[in-house]
């Protein structure tokens, strides 16, 4: 079975974006475990709100995994991606022509609904020391609690990874 990862940065006080979905507030480089991680993983699925904000820092920077973007509305041409429309029918029929290893980039809306369908195995979030106070919170529309077991964590510089497993 695959194995879905959620691999996100947040800042100290919880949100993955500022309101107008920018995050300039990211730092450009650091020590960090993105590269280790990414390596590891041969599959990435996002929403198109995500989509979308990828495809503004330039080239699609996944060309050499499995995308896959889920949306509801129009799919673009894009011959990097494999649109899906029905979540429901993915996951049930346990990720089609999808990898072992399974980034969940994001955003918030398909990090909810593949954590209410109890299939996301483990969470690892990079905590950004700045305080936004205001911006896209990472965990929306979560209904029911979902117990995570803190694995371990990792310091790099200022950065600090959390990593999580999902409790059955």
Do not use: C, H
Not at 40 to 63: A, C, H, N, R
Request: aromatic content about 12%.
């Amino acid at each position: 079975m695959a194995k879905i990862l959620v691999y996100i940065a947040t800042s100290l006080d919880g949100f993955v974006a500022r309101e107008n979905g920018s995050i300039d507030w990211l730092p450009e480089s650091s020590e960090s475990s993105y590269d280790d991680f990414y390596k590891s993983i041969d599959t990435v699925i996002m929403g198109k709100t995500t989509y979308d904000q990828v495809l503004t820092f330039g080239e699609y920077p996944y060309k050499d995994k499995k995308s896959f973007v889920f949306t509801r509305t129009s799919r673009s041409d894009d011959d990097n991606v494999e649109f899906v429309s029905d979540l429901g029918r993915f996951v049930k029929d346990g990720f089609p022509r999808a990898g072992k290893n399974i980034w969940l980039v994001g955003g918030p809306k398909i990090i909810a609904s593949f954590l209410k369908m109890g299939v996301v195995g483990e969470i690892i979030i990079t905590v950004i020391p700045v305080l936004l106070a205001t911006g896209i919170s990472l965990f929306q529309n979560i209904e029911n609690e979902i117990k995570l077991d803190l694995v371990k964590t990792e310091k790099y510089d200022q950065l600090v990874d959390l990593y999580y497993k999902v409790s059955k």
